[in-house]
Every structure is written in C-alpha cells, then in structure tokens.
C-alpha cells in the first residue's frame, strides 16, 4: 500500500541553523512528490514538488529536497533557518494517474528557537 | 487573482444539526478535494471529485456528503451522523491536464466546533 511517513513529529532549530525534514515513501512506481507548509489556522502551500529530472529541486523560501530513489526518501532542507519557517511540514506522494488525491504524511512541526 | 475560497472561516454548529462548508475554485481546475485535519493525525482525505457530477468516498467519508453540480463548486455537508465533527476542514482543487499530476491547491479552511 502507498504511504508516507514524517518520522520526526516535532523538531526544534536554533534561528540561523541548517534543517533537514525527513520523508519516506512507499509506493511501486516513480512517484509525483511534494512537501507542503501549514502556518497555523491556514490551509497549505506548496514548497516544492518533484515528478522528474533532477532529483534536487528548489522551492520557495529558500528549501531544497532531494529526490533519492534507492532510499525512497525526498527529505526538506534549508541551509540557514529564519523565525519565520516556524510552522507545520508536510510531505506528500501523488500517484502518477490524473485526478486521484494525494497521501500525506502526519506532519512534522517546526519551531525555531532564538 | 486565482484561489480557492471556503467559507465561513469559523463555523459552530449544535448536536444534531446538519451543516454545509462551502469551496469554490476559479483556477479552472476539474478535480477537488475535501480533507480533515485533527492534530497529530495530518490530512484524512474525506471526499474528493474528478469531474462534474462525479465523487467518489475517501478514507473517513461517513457522516459526510457531497454535490458536485458545477466545475467551480464543490460544497461539504456534514451530518448528524458524523459522531465527532470538531475539526479543521481543508479543500483543494488540482488540474488533470498536466504534470505533476495530482498537485493539489488548498484554500484557508473552516474551522468547525460542535457544542
């Protein structure tokens, strides 16, 4: 069955330090992957999404994730963490088929200490 | 500019009554999407529709029902059967006709409180 696992549900950085947001997938084929971020009290944004070619891509914000198949993970970075990226992470995989929805993972919530 | 609109933002509801969350999209997008979302738990997904006249059940759809009579609107009814309906509401919209597919829109949400 397809899944996504987050297996970290909270994780603090100090302002200024490098973040890495871990995601792993399970799912037969090559899959369509995306992390999005939640501000509390608000609906979703998209970061950053991956469905081919290279397998490091860049989103808003100043994240990254890298696509790395043997490991079947798509794990969220940023180099320099502002107070600002304080919110709710989520990864999700999307069937290659039109129309159908997402699976998401339960979510990893980021605070940033000063 | 292009969205997702929900209405209302916040939304209080007695035992017992039914209640119905609006989602509108004008990004021309043929597939939408009901989620709940409940802390810790993530996205549950509830309901979603590829095309007009068209649904099909999520992974949580009892106690919840759905129309889906126009491209733009895709409204949420939440029963009286739905046993513990407080919770925060998300839709979302996604095109079909290009990659990736399955990239999906999200409006702001309804917050929904049962007294």
């Known amino acids: 069955a397809q899944s996504v696992t987050q297996p970290d549900i909270h994780i603090t950085v100090s302002e200024g330090a490098s973040l890495e947001l871990r995601c792993n997938y399970s799912y037969g084929a090559t899959p369509y992957l995306f992390w999005y971020v939640q501000s509390p009290g608000q609906g979703l944004q998209l970061l950053l999404k991956?469905?081919?070619?290279?397998?490091l891509v860049q989103g808003i914000k100043g994240f990254e994730a890298e696509f790395k198949r043997s490991q079947s993970s798509f794990n969220l970075r940023k180099p320099s963490v502002h107070w600002s990226d304080a919110a709710e992470y989520f990864c999700?995989?999307?069937?290659?088929?039109?129309?159908?929805?997402?699976?998401f993972g339960k979510g990893t919530t980021l605070s940033v200490s000063s | 500019d292009g969205g997702i609109t929900q209405s209302p933002k916040y939304l209080f509801r007695k035992e017992g009554q039914n209640v119905t969350l609006s989602c509108e999209q004008n990004l021309n997008h043929d597939a939408m999407y009901w989620y709940r979302q409940d802390p810790g738990q993530g996205l549950r997904l509830i309901y979603y529709s590829q095309i007009v006249n068209d649904f099909q059940k999520g992974d949580i759809a009892e106690g919840y029902s759905v129309s889906r009579e126009k491209k733009e609107s895709f409204p949420l009814t939440v029963t009286s059967a739905q046993k513990n309906p407080t919770a925060f509401y998300l839709c979302?919209?996604?095109?079909?006709?290009?990659?990736?597919?399955?990239?999906?829109?999200f409006g702001p949400g309804t917050r929904l409180t049962v007294l």
């Open positions: 979302a919209s996604s095109p079909r006709d290009r990659l990736p597919y399955g990239e999906q829109f």
């Open positions: 991956y469905f081919s070619g290279d397998t």
């Open positions: 999700a995989v999307g069937p290659n088929q039109a129309g159908t929805a997402l699976i």
